[in-house]
Structure formats: structure tokens, C-alpha cells
């Protein structure tokens, strides 16, 4: 690849980008109810698009499981945790029983999208600014880091079957990235390094998310799961890190009570 095309897409997903950052900074430092609104859009986008690729076209099953999905994930923030569970599980089990093939690829893509966002509202909520940019941040690292260092050293594949774009010299910085993320937020914070390892995990979890949703995609034949963004495809394209970060972080606190938030 000549050095002009390897850089062929910067332009536009530069500027797509500040506007994405923009958006959803304001969002964050928002909170509250402009900051569920936004994440139940987005996982109402995310999943019209999932369904497009799934049922090849959009149409009112793309547009009607889309809205189940926003309100479910608007509503669930707002329940005991024992009650929100079932009402993110309900757009999961309408498309499964709608939906013409596809359909265990779709309930587990769902489920991630709705549990990722309700874990994401979480964050902002009980654990604060902070550590929602913390988690933000280490995504954002992760594609960053890995989309630079791909294009200059380049190398082996990490897992061409799937993501033939994905080196493991990019997948590496991810991680590197990742972890001074975690030593800059453990240090300012004062709490625990072991906030280190565990953003390099996190760092790994965005890039399994995105390696997930290469795979729907190759299976499918598509490139982009939209062109919602230009530069970057859909959101879904953009958001696939954030799903498996954020899925992580739910598990991991449920399970172990993590990130360590006390020193």
C-alpha cells in the first residue's frame, strides 16, 4: 500500500471524529437524563444497523426493533437492577422471535449492545465523571493507538480470518496505550495499580468487541455496518470497542468488584 493510501481515510475520519467527540462530551459532562437519552439513541442506532446487515434491508423490523431497543435501555436505568435485566432482555427475545435468520447472532449482539449501554449509564452515574472518561478514554486509546501503529510498522496479522485490517503490532499498542492510561488515572486518583493491568484488559475486551463485530460483517458481506459517519462507516463500526470494554467493566465489577475505585 502506497504511503497516500495508507493515509487515504485520515481526512475524514478526523473530521467525523471531533464531531462524534463533541457530541458526546457534552453528553458525558451532562449526565442524568441527557446522558441516557443519548446512550439509549445510540444503542437504538446500533441495533437498526446490526438488523439492516442481518435481514440484508431496513424497513419497519429494522426501524420497530430500534425503538424497543432505546426505550428498553432508557427505561432499565431508571429500575432496580433485579428489574432491569428483563426489560434489556425484551428487545433481545422480539427480534429472536421476528427476525428471519440470523437470529442467535443477533440476540447475543443485542444483549451485548443493551447490557454495554446500561453498564455505561452505570458508570457515569454511581461511579462519576471520572471514571466514565477513564473508561471512554481507553477505548478511544485503543482504536487510536491501533489504527496508528498499524498503518506505520504494520506486521503480522492478529487474526486475518476475521479483522484482515488488525496487526498485532496495533493490538500491542492498544494495550501499551491502555496501560498509561490506567498508571495516569491510578496515580491522579490514588488508588490501586492493579488499575493498570486491568485497563490493558479493558484495552483487549474493546478489541475483542471489535473483532465481533468484523466477524457479523464478513459473515454477512458488508463493509460498514452503515454510512451513518463518514470515515468511519456506522456506529456500530465506531461504538464495537465500547460494547466489549463496557461488558467487561459490568462483569468484572459485578463478579470482582472492579475498576478499584478506593486506594
Do not use: N
Not at 100 to 116: Q, W
Amino acid at each position: 500500500m502506497s504511503a497516500s493510501g495508507r493515509w487515504s481515510d485520515l481526512a475524514a475520519r478526523v473530521g467525523s471524529a471531533v464531531v462524534m467527540v463533541a457530541i458526546g462530551l457534552a453528553a458525558v459532562i451532562a449526565g442524568a437524563d441527557v446522558f441516557h437519552a443519548f446512550i439509549a439513541i445510540v444503542c437504538g442506532v446500533m441495533v437498526w444497523e446490526l438488523v439492516r446487515m442481518l435481514s440484508g434491508q431496513g424497513g419497519a423490523l429494522a426501524v420497530g426493533l430500534a425503538l424497543l431497543t432505546a426505550a428498553a435501555v432508557m427505561i432499565s436505568i431508571y429500575l432496580p437492577a433485579v428489574y432491569a435485566l428483563p426489560v434489556l432482555l425484551i428487545p433481545v427475545f422480539v427480534g429472536m422471535a421476528t427476525l428471519p435468520e440470523h437470529k442467535l447472532v443477533y440476540g447475543a449482539f443485542v444483549a451485548l449492545v443493551c447490557l454495554a449501554g446500561y453498564e455505561m449509564m452505570t458508570v457515569r452515574d454511581f461511579f462519576g465523571l471520572i471514571w466514565i472518561f477513564w473508561l471512554i478514554l481507553i477505548v478511544i486509546m485503543s482504536d487510536v493507538a491501533g489504527y496508528f501503529a498499524g498503518r506505520i510498522f504494520g506486521g503480522p496479522k492478529f487474526w486475518p480470518r476475521v479483522s484482515p485490517k488488525k496487526t498485532w503490532s496495533g493490538t500491542i499498542a492498544g494495550w501499551v496505550g491502555a496501560a498509561f492510561i490506567g498508571l495516569g488515572f491510578a496515580l491522579y486518583l490514588d488508588v490501586s495499580m492493579t488499575l493498570v493491568p486491568y485497563s490493558m484488559l479493558v484495552a483487549f475486551a474493546a478489541q475483542m468487541g471489535d473483532i465481533a463485530e468484523s466477524a457479523v460483517k464478513r459473515m454477512v458481506g458488508v463493509k460498514d455496518s452503515s454510512a451513518l459517519i463518514p470515515g468511519h462507516g456506522g456506529l456500530l463500526d465506531r461504538f464495537d470497542g465500547m460494547l466489549g470494554a463496557s461488558f467487561f467493566v459490568l462483569l468484572t465489577s459485578a463478579a470482582l468488584g472492579l475498576p478499584p475505585v478506593a486506594g
